[in-house]
C-alpha cells in the first residue's frame, strides 16, 4: 500500500472541501472495498478523508411518508430496521443477500451504491483495463465473459455493478441526495445516478468531484410482494450472476429491476406492463437490445427462469 494523508472531516462540507483541495483523495467509511483496492494498487489515493464522525446514520420518516436513510448507516442496521423490514422488505432482503454479516456490519449505504465492479480484468493489474487506465483497452473482450455484461455495454468496457442492494433501491424508485463543495444541495434519482460505459467507462455516476452523499431517500411505500433472488455460483459470499428485485401487485402489475447484467441496476419501466403476460414477454422487453457473448448467453435464459419463479411465489 502506498503513503497517503488522513484526516477526519468535521462536517459535510468540510468532507467536500477537502476533497476539493486534494485531487487525489478518496472518502473512506467503512472501507471494504476500497481498502481493497488500495492493496491491489488499483485505487492510489493520495489523501483520505474520514467521514465516519459526520452523524448520518439515522433511518427516520420524510414528510411525505418515506423513508430517508442517512449514507452512513451500515447495512446490517438498515437490513433489520423495523420499518425497513415491514415496508421495503425488498430493500432488506437484497443487503441480507449481500457479503458477509462482518462485511455487511461494516458497510455503508452510500459505499454500498459507489463500490466498484469486480471484473476480473478490472482486478488484475497486468492487464489493459479502461476503468483503471482510461484508453488502455479492454481485456474483457474477447475474454473470459461468463460474469460480465449482456446489456447496456459497449466496445469499451463489459463490467456489470456488483451491488444487490442498488437492485433493490432501483425498483424502490430512491433518490440520492448530495452536498457540493460549495454547500449546494442536489437530489439525484436513482435512474440518473449510475453511468453506462459508453466511451468513458471510467465515468461510474453522476458525482461532481467533491460530491458528497449524505443520504438516499425512498418514497412512500408501494406494498405488494417483495420479493429478491439472487443466482450465484455458490450459496454465500458471491456476487450475483444474476439477480432479481421485484415488487408484484396483487392484480399481476409491479416493478422489475436487475442486477448482473449491465454496468448499472437495470429496469427498464416501459417493459414492467409485459408483467402480467408473464416471464418471457416480460423478459423479452427488459432485455431488449441485450449483446450477449457465447459465454454469458445463458443469462438471458436465467433472468427469465428466475422472474418466472418469482411471478409464480407472487401468484402464491
Not at 165 to 184: F, H, K, P, Q
Not at 219 to 239: E, L, N, Q, T
Not at 277 to 302: C, M, V, W, Y
Amino acid at each position: 500500500m502506498r503513503e497517503f494523508t488522513f484526516e477526519r472531516a468535521a462536517s459535510v462540507e468540510a468532507a467536500a472541501q477537502a476533497a476539493i483541495a486534494n485531487p487525489g483523495s478518496k472518502f473512506i467509511a467503512g472501507g471494504t472495498n476500497l481498502l481493497d483496492l488500495m492493496k491491489l494498487q488499483i485505487e492510489r489515493p493520495s489523501h483520505l478523508i474520514d467521514v465516519n464522525g459526520l452523524g448520518l446514520d439515522e433511518i427516520e420518516k420524510t414528510a411525505e411518508g418515506g423513508l430517508r436513510i442517512g449514507a452512513l448507516v451500515r447495512n446490517t442496521d438498515l437490513a433489520s430496521h423495523e420499518i425497513v423490514r415491514r415496508d421495503y422488505g425488498l430493500l432488506s432482503r437484497a443487503l441480507l443477500a449481500g457479503a458477509s454479516g462482518q462485511l455487511r456490519n461494516k458497510a455503508t449505504t452510500a459505499g454500498n451504491l459507489l463500490q466498484r465492479t469486480r471484473c476480473p480484468y478490472f482486478y488484475d493489474t497486468n492487464l489493459p483495463c479502461n476503468k483503471r487506465q482510461p484508453g488502455s483497452g479492454c481485456s474483457a473482450i474477447g475474454g473470459i465473459t461468463r460474469q460480465l455484461a449482456v446489456i447496456g455495454v459497449s466496445e469499451a468496457c463489459l463490467a456489470t455493478h456488483p451491488s444487490d442492494m442498488a437492485v433493490a433501491m432501483r425498483a424502490l424508485d430512491a433518490t440520492i441526495e448530495t452536498v457540493r463543495a460549495d454547500g449546494s444541495k442536489r437530489s439525484v434519482p436513482i435512474a440518473d445516478f449510475h453511468s453506462l460505459p459508453g466511451d468513458t467507462p471510467h465515468i461510474e455516476t453522476a458525482l461532481e468531484r467533491g460530491e458528497f452523499v449524505v443520504s438516499v431517500t425512498l418514497p412512500p411505500p408501494i406494498g405488494g410482494r417483495h420479493i429478491y433472488r439472487k443466482v450465484r455460483d455458490r450459496a454465500s459470499y458471491a456476487f450475483a450472476l444474476i439477480s432479481v428485485g421485484a415488487v408484484i401487485q396483487p392484480d399481476g402489475t409491479g416493478r422489475v429491476a436487475i442486477g448482473g447484467v449491465a454496468h448499472r441496476p437495470w429496469r427498464v419501466e416501459r417493459a414492467e406492463p409485459e408483467l402480467t403476460h408473464g416471464a418471457r414477454a416480460a423478459t423479452s422487453a427488459i432485455l431488449d437490445g441485450a449483446r450477449p457473448t457465447e459465454q454469458n448467453r445463458f443469462k438471458l435464459d436465467l433472468v427469465q427462469r428466475t422472474l418466472g419463479a418469482m411471478l409464480a411465489e407472487a401468484n402464491g
